[in-house]
């Protein structure tokens, strides 16, 4: 659970310190006064990137050098410090409760963060890139040995490409690569399958919660070479091919995942509305699976939902994350999102105005 949050001049906020309720906390301002950078802030200090921007550059108030972000935090009674300066070009330290850390991965096991905001269609929308980040969430967080598969094979990966970029082929050094390769993705693709069954048991569940009438939606996971083959069989055929193009074309760095109703496929013949309420139900059944498997809570941050969608689905989605028992921060042009929890105790509401927020109830 996130206790007290505080951003140093980073984005309009010079320096800000932000205390959530334990439940649910409303932030209201109008656009550009920095509700969502106030989301970002949090995001970026829980698993080292923006889910605006690939530029973090300007993640830095202007006229100065560098930002800070620093997060008291409850994991399973426990308390921890946590936080990172970085500059326009890079991370210049991070901590957790004030010993210097190497990897941001450390963070991010002890604080997980699911965002919903416009972006978030991007799971249907966008490529394969996108859902291999979001199948990997979980797993990070639910499968111990799953973050040592993944790092070998990214170095694998890094490591065969520069052999095929090389021009001249070590066809014995290639084949150490290949070990790797193969090695790391049939694990990583036996850990994502064993995953696939509950992912879509939760996300069919809350799909007809959002939305009845979108039918049935079924997931299936694409490897990341074709069915029916090995992978060292995959990495052997298409050896010609990746000295060609420069890079390993195969491997579980290659994963998809492949979302398909009744009547095609969904980035195809569902309405960009329809597709907003399928992305959202796939973060949300996401959050319910860390609950169920993993025993733990979810950080939900929750930017601008009345912008994208109609009062009733709003409602419903903000209602289910709710009842799962998971902290919310929930960013909106319209207080009226808050009416229906202010009672609660847990529950505060903030309005913010040129980076400064202020406690409203």
Sequence with gaps: MLQRFQLTQFRNYHEQTFVPGQSLSVVV???????????????????????????????????????????????DGHP??????????????????????????QIARMMPVQVLHPGTVQLIEGGPGERRRFLDWLMFHVEPEFIGHWQRLKEAVSQRNSLLKAGRLNTREMGVWDRQVAENSARIDQLRRAYLPELQRV?????????????????ALHSGWSEGISIEDALLSHRDQDVRRGFTSVGAHRADLMLKSQKGQVKEVFSRGQQ?????????????????????????????????????????????VLSTGNQLVVTTLDERIALPYLTADSTKTFHVEHGVLKLVQ
């Design 29 to 75: 301002g109008e656009n550009g006064s920095g509700k969502t950078s106030l989301l970002e802030g949090i995001y970026l200090l829980a698993t080292g990137r923006s889910f605006r921007t690939s530029k973090l550059a300007n993640v830095v108030e202007g006229g100065h050098d560098a930002c800070t972000l620093f997060a008291e935090i409850n994991v």
């Design 80 to 105: 921890h410090r946590v936080g990172l300066s970085r500059n326009k070009q890079a991370v210049l330290d991070a901590r957790i409760d004030g010993q210097r850390i190497n990897g941001l991965s």
């Design 203 to 219: 996300f069919q569940d809350l799909l007809i919660g959002f939305d009845g009438a979108l039918g049935a939606v079924s997931l």
């Design 276 to 320: 907003k309420v399928v992305a959202y139900a796939l973060v949300t059944a996401q959050i319910s699976l860390l609950n169920e498997l993993a025993n733990r809570r979810c950080l939900v941050l929750v930017d601008d939902l009345t912008s994208e969608l109609d009062q009733s689905n709003e409602q419903r989605i903000l209602s289910t």
